[in-house]
């Protein structure tokens, strides 16, 4: 089996209305979709962005990312990796998630990523850096 780290970054598209109820929905599915594939991952949300990193085999993670790049809940999406991995990172998390809040705006803020900073610019070390900060803080 030849698993796979796939990192992309996006324009949120999401209504500010709706947002809360969309990002529900966004983890139930994405929660319910990775299960059955054995995919985990982090998903990183700021009022004006995505980054998520999915983890799994080679032609699962090419399925799904199929399906979210058609997503019209996401605008300039870009891929910033798709690398050979040996271990998956986020074992246990179908799909972790963190958003920029007051309690977690301090460690987005050590990477940098502010409300005038976005998600969707930073590079990918940034990215996987922040993912596992956020997986330690959670823990
Ligand atoms: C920010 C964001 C993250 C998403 N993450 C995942 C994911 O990790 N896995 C997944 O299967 N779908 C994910 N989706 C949902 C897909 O884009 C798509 O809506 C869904 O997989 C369609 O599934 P269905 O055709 O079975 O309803 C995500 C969507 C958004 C907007």
Redesign the pocket.
Known sequence: MSLVRLVYA?R?R?VEADRRV?LAR??E??????AE?H?T?F?M?TPGG?A?V?EGEAGSIAE?YG?????P??GDLRLLAQDAIAHPQFTGW??AFAEHSETTQFIFGLYGVSPEAEIFEQPLDVLLDLAGELANARA
């Not at 399906?67 to 997503?71: L, N, P």
């Open positions: 996006s949120s999401l969309e966004i983890l599915t994405a929660r319910l979709r990775n594939r995919i991952g998903l949300a995505f998520q999915l799904t399906r979210i790049m058609v997503d809940r996401h179908a799909m």
